[in-house]
């Protein structure tokens, strides 16, 4: 690996792409999730989609701290800032899908739910209006799932398009 590959793999861009839960959507609206492990589709009652809902809620509670007693024109208070903490303040806590059997990261607190209840963009839905009462879900990367998951809808529709043409 060249110097270049590196640092682009370690840009804020490239960690952030690389932390969208891998899925692919079909013509039909069904979505297949890939195994953040293994990489392999993930079958009914083999996993789930999942995040760190305890680093969700820190990251929240931080954010306030930090907004407190900030001076005018600046978005947090610097001060209070810990040394190497800014990088770290804008990661969002990813989405991860996972087969049971890869999951090696034991988080704290989790919030889960079992793939067959997320194959649809129906499902996806449902769990979106749910999702947003949630205090935390704005610092997790939900948004990038779901535009993840426009974007895959799109290609189906165009997939389709191209194979009839
Ligand atoms: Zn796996």
Redesign the pocket.
Known sequence: MTENENADNESPAARRLAAIARLTVDRSNQITWY?R??D?PIKNGKGYLVADEWAAGQKKRRWKELAKDRKPGDIIAFQKLEEGEWDELFDLVPWAA??R??DTTRQRVEYWFPIEDIRTVDDFLHWNSHLMEKPWLEYTNWRDLSSSLSHGMRRAVRLEAGERG
């Open positions: 195994c492990g293994c392999k996972w087969h059997s890869c």
